[in-house]
Structure formats: C-alpha cells, structure tokens
Nanobody, 121 residues
Framework: QVQLVESGGGLVQPGGSLRLSCAASGSIFSMNAAAWYRQAPGKQREWVAR???????NYADSVKGRFTISRDNAKNTVYLQMNSLKAEDTAVYSC???????????????WGQGTQVTVSS
C-alpha cells in the first residue's frame, strides 16, 4: 500500500502564493505520472495539472500561467506552486500518483487525503 501525505494548504489573500506538497511513502518503488485535482464547494472535482515521470506538464486553462507542477523523483514527492491566487481557486486540493514497481510496471494509482486552500481577504 502507498500513502500520499499532503501539506502546504491554508488561508491566503488574493494575489498570494502557496506551495502544496504530496509525499508518497510505503510500498512504492517509484512514481510514474502524477496529477493535482481540486474540488470547490458545490462543484465537481476538477483536474488541475499533470506531470509525467520525465517532467512534461499539462495544465487546466483556469490555472495556466499561475500554477506550476513539479516533482522530485528521488523524494517521491510532487509539488504544486500556486501564484496569483484568486478567490475562485478556493477548494480542497488532492494529489494522484501512479506508481511503478521494481520491474518498471505500473503497480497502482493512489490519492492523497486532500488539503484545504482558501483564498480570501
């Protein structure tokens, strides 16, 4: 089993920045692709960003130019740098990680517990 521990959420003013972290531990050899999602109150869960093992990235239009997803494969950790935050970014943010075993085969897909990000004055 793999556990994803998220951190970095909190309260920030509009225009501010936060960096979310998602650290994988447990029965993991390495991470494959990883992504961040968010869900605001009363809304569907929304895909935010994705990063491949090699570092290629994709972003939702709503966060392009403001958010940056990155990873540290040695630490099995994924990050989401959020800049120029808006009130509409308020949501519970969750990470999703696909894992590889020692043979280089996909062994599972896991979710973090979610961390609250609130953007408000």
């Amino acid at each position: 089993q793999v556990q994803l521990v998220e951190s970095g959420g909190g309260l920030v003013q509009p225009g501010g920045s936060l960096r979310l972290s998602c650290a994988a531990s447990g029965s993991i050899f390495s991470m494959n692709a990883a992504a961040w999602y968010r869900q605001a109150p009363g809304k569907q869960r929304e895909w935010v960003a994705r990063i491949t093992r090699g570092g290629s990235t994709n972003y939702a239009d709503s966060v392009k130019g403001r958010f940056t997803i990155s990873r540290d494969n040695a630490k099995n950790t994924v990050y989401l740098q959020m800049n120029s935050l808006k009130a509409e970014d308020t949501a519970v943010y969750s990470c999703n990680v696909e894992t590889l075993n020692r043979l280089g085969l996909v062994s599972g897909m896991y979710w973090g517990q979610g961390t609250q990000v609130t953007v408000s004055s």
